[in-house]
């Protein structure tokens, strides 16, 4: 057993001076423009964009290989094209490099080099630099993203998200993680039932629809643009817009800029609007830090009637451009608004022209506009716009025609259905109908089931009243009538008789 111990010390003791021996002669690793290398993307996101633009050659390199950044010698030139300009400007060093024979290049080592960057990508968009199809790749799926046969030298690596990835050497091969993240957009709509901001709302037309769209801030990515577009069924507000961050701060004016009905990005037609954002302000916000916009729009005579049948809302669609035209995914609000049909009939089922109804809510009557086409049976009325109200171009008035039946659209609520004039010969209805549109368009009338059926409105109409008394007044009336002519004739014979 002691055997067996002091050989497994002197294998540990040997263990360790071979291990140590092999730290102290490390090997110098070294190459020239010969070779190539190889520039990896750890955790490319899919369907960005990254490019590749060689600002330095790299003529020689030597390190050691214990070395963790690979810090060593490196022999930098310039590569005689546009980025000589920014590396040596006028033929002279700029804060960033020096140069030396006009030829030899080596980083100021008092400039920062995350300044260099920006610097290097404000270069490359100020003079539309561009790059070739080798050094430009899209991630086909999240993860690794490789650029091969690389000839070697001091790279600017951007992505499409708009960060920069990284300034980085071949020496032959370096992996550089992506920073950007897919920034975050939620779109909202005040729904008054809910009392909350959601997905989703009802309203009558002419109402205010407010809603509300949350960016999230994300590393790395720039050039924030908001889309926004509003069906033709939604009128915008230019002069409600809100734009703060999420703890109530304003967001300065000259922060951002708003432009109306106009084409950004790869906009097939005109969004309502746009956000453009300061990328010094975004970059200044921390990661996952929120800007809220709130803005307005009113329900208009275009606005699209939800029916069971069919479906239909009124949409308000929101995404984000980010970094080099690259868009969040599109997030949609849905306003809906309703009708309900009347009938009016007597017996069974006739329907009857001319009843005349009005329509208020908190006591105060609704204005609407006779649309001049009919569905089916349905005399149509719409609810009137503000415009059209005061154009003089709408009625309170709701008058069934020969089919009697009337379908009032536009509306969600509560309501009263009160008939102002029956048709003539039947009883006028007493007593109001409660009228209360629900969600998804059902009815209730009074305190009812909700359902999809019409409001049916019954008049009665009573037969011609009987005439008191009898005929035996009239019969003697008849009788002395006769009796007093024939005494009459008499009377008039005899005198003739007695004149002869």
Known sequence: MKLIKKIAAIMFAFMMVFTLSSNVNAETVSGDSTQTGTITIINAKKDHTYKLYKILNLDSYSYDSSSVDKDGN?????????????????????????????????????????????????????????????????????????????????????????????????????????????????????????????????????????????????????????HDTLSNGLTLSNSSFSVKKSDGTDVPENEYKITYNDKLGDDAVNCSFHISFENSYIEALTD???????????????????????????????????????????????????????????????????????LTQNGNKIKFVLDSTKDGMYKVYRKATQEEIEANKATDKLITDSDGKIKICGIFGEYKLKETKAPKGYNKLLSPYTIKVLDGGMIRVNEGTPQYTDVKVLNESGKLLPSTGGMGTTLIYLIGGALVLGSGIVLANKKRAKAK
């Not at 809910?194 to 720039?222: E, H, L, M, P, W």
């Open 74 to 226: 490196y022999s930098y030139t310039l590569t005689g094209d546009a980025w000589d300009t920014f590396v040596n400007p006028n033929g002279t060093s700029n804060k960033f490099f020096n140069v030396t024979d006009n030829k030899y290049v080596t980083f100021n080592t008092a400039a920062d080099k995350s300044e260099l960057a920006k610097a290097a990508m404000k270069y490359v968009i100020d003079n539309n630099v561009t790059t070739t199809q080798e050094l430009t790749k899209t991630a086909t799926e999240n993860g690794k993203l490789e650029f091969t046969g690389l000839t070697l030298g001091y790279y600017l690596v951007d992505s499409s998200a708009g960060a920069l990835c990284n300034l980085t050497t071949t020496n032959p091969t370096i992996s550089i993680q992506e920073k950007s993240e897919v920034p975050g957009i939620t779109k909202e709509v005040w729904c008054i039932d809910q009392n909350k901001f959601s997905n989703a709302n009802y309203a009558s037309i002419g109402d205010t629809v407010k809603f509300k769209t949350t960016i999230t801030k994300k590393s790395g990515a720039q050039n924030y643009i908001l």
């Open 288 to 358: 996952n830090e929120k800007i809220e916009v709130e803005y307005s729009a009113v329900l208009n005579e275009k606005a699209v009637i939800f029916d069971p049948a069919n479906a239909g809302t009124n949409d308000n669609t929101t995404f984000l451009q980010y970094g080099d035209n690259m868009k969040t995914t599109v997030s949609t609000t849905n306003t809906m608004t309703y009708y309900f049909k009347v009938f009016k009939y007597t017996g069974s089922n006739k329907p009857l022209a001319d009843a005349k109804f009005e």
